[in-house]
C-alpha cells in the first residue's frame, strides 16, 4: 500500500489515500518517486477541459529510484535513478517510423490508464503515471536513465514542463539566435520556453501574463522585457519590435484569447506555436484575407515535439555543465497534502510549478 493523492470525479475535493498498485509485470518497474511537478495538465483532468476515468491518481511530471523491476526488465536495474516519461513512443507506428515520436498512436487521446486498486475498486493513473504517489508503475520504455549529477527534486520537470517549453523552442519553432520571441503564459511551461528562448540566444525575449508577480519569475529565467497581458498588447509588442511583431510568439496557456494574442504579434512571415492544450469546444477563428495577407505560420508543439529518451538526457548534462538552472521554476515545495493549494495557486496565476516532495 501507498499514499496517493486521489480526485474521486471531476471538481471533486483532491485526498491523500492508499492505493495498492500492481506488482510489475514482466517489462515493468516499480519507481520510488522522489518528486513530481504540479502541473496544468492534471488541473485539466479535473476540470473538464480532459475526460479521464475516476477515481484518478492525479501527476504524471516526476522522478525517482527504481525499487523493483520485472523478469524481462533491460533498461535499468534496482537503484537506478530515472526521469519518469508519460508518452513512451512505441516505435513501430507510423508517426514513430517517420521521426515523430511525439504523435505516438499509444499516446494519442490517452488521458488515463487502469493500474490498481482503492478500497478493492479498480483505479485510474493520470496520463498511465499517477505520479502523485510514492510509488508508481510503468512500463520499462516510460522511464528514462538520469546520471548522478542532476538533483532527483527538480529532475522532475524534465519529465513535462522542461521538455516541453524548450523543446516548443528549439524543436517546433526553431528560434534562431538574434530573433524576437514573445511568451504567453507563464507557468512552468512558459517559464521554460524562456528559459529555451534564452539558450537560443533570442532576443528580445518578452514574457507576458496576467499577474505582475510574474515579473520576477520571468526575468530569472532570461526575459528581457514584461508585459501584463492588455487589449493593446499586440500594438505594445510591435512598438518593442521595429513596428513589425515579433518573429516567434509562444502561447502556453491554451484558450482562444490568447492563441488570438500570439497570432497578432507576430510579425509578417513569422510563426505562432500553440503549445498550451486547450478545451474542445473553445472555438478559434481566422479570416481568410488575414491567413493569406501576413503569411504567418501557425503550429502546435505536442510535448516539445521531440524524443524524450534523447532530450531529457541531454538537458541533463546542461544541468550537470551549469549552463541549465532549473531553481527559477520552483516557486512552492509541497507535501501530499498541499496539492489541492497548488491547483488553487495555478487557477489564480500565483507562483510558478509547485513541486511535490516525497521524504526518503
Not at 532570461?222 to 487589449?231: C, E, N, R, V, Y
Request: contains cysteine; hydrophobic residues 45%; glycine residues 12%.
Amino acid at each position: 500500500m501507498v499514499n496517493a493523492a486521489v480526485a474521486a470525479g471531476p471538481d471533486a475535493d483532491i485526498q491523500v489515500r492508499e492505493i495498492e498498485l500492481p506488482a510489475p509485470g514482466p517489462r515493468d518497474v516499480r519507481v520510488r518517486v522522489a518528486a513530481a511537478g504540479v502541473c496544468h495538465s492534471d488541473l485539466s483532468m479535473i476540470n473538464g477541459t480532459f475526460a479521464p476515468q475516476f477515481p484518478l491518481v492525479l501527476g504524471h511530471e516526476a522522478a525517482g529510484t527504481i525499487a523493483e523491476v520485472g523478469s524481462e526488465v533491460t533498461r535499468v536495474a534496482v537503484g537506478d535513478r530515472v526521469v519518469v516519461n508519460w508518452a513512451p513512443a512505441c516505435r513501430h507506428c507510423w508517426f514513430c517510423l517517420n521521426q515523430q515520436p511525439w504523435l505516438c498512436t499509444a499516446v494519442e487521446g490517452m488521458s488515463s490508464l487502469p493500474r490498481g486498486t482503492i478500497d478493492g475498486d479498480p483505479l485510474h493513473v493520470t496520463l498511465g503515471v499517477g505520479g502523485f504517489a510514492e510509488e508508481v508503475v510503468v512500463d520499462q520504455a516510460g522511464v528514462v536513465p538520469l546520471s548522478d549529477g542532476v538533483p532527483l527534486d527538480v529532475a522532475a520537470l524534465l519529465g513535462c514542463a522542461v521538455v516541453t517549453g524548450i523543446g516548443a523552442v528549439r524543436n517546433t519553432a526553431g528560434v534562431r539566435s538574434g530573433e524576437s520571441v514573445v511568451v504567453i503564459g507563464l507557468g512552468g511551461v512558459g517559464l521554460s520556453a524562456i528559459i529555451g528562448a534564452r539558450l537560443a540566444g533570442a532576443a528580445p525575449i518578452i514574457a507576458v501574463d496576467v499577474a505582475p508577480e510574474k515579473e520576477k519569475l520571468a526575468r530569472d529565467a532570461g526575459a528581457t522585457h514584461f508585459i501584463l497581458a492588455h487589449d493593446k498588447l499586440a500594438k505594445e509588442i510591435r512598438g518593442l519590435t521595429g513596428g513589425r511583431g515579433v518573429d516567434h510568439a509562444l502561447e502556453c496557456v491554451g484558450n482562444s484569447k490568447t492563441i488570438r494574442t500570439a497570432w497578432q504579434t507576430t510579425r509578417r512571415g513569422g510563426r505562432a506555436t500553440i503549445v498550451g492544450a486547450g478545451r474542445k469546444d473553445d472555438q478559434v477563428s481566422f479570416s481568410a484575407l488575414e491567413l493569406y495577407h501576413f503569411a504567418r505560420t501557425l503550429g502546435v508543439s505536442v510535448y516539445g515535439s521531440g524524443d524524450p529518451d534523447r532530450d531529457i538526457p541531454a538537458l541533463a548534462t546542461q544541468i550537470e555543465l551549469g549552463r541549465l538552472d532549473l531553481e527559477p521554476l520552483v516557486s512552492h515545495r509541497i507535501g501530499l497534502d498541499g496539492v489541492a493549494d497548488a491547483f488553487e495557486r495555478m487557477k489564480t496565476g500565483t507562483g510558478a510549478r509547485s513541486l511535490l516532495v516525497f521524504k526518503s
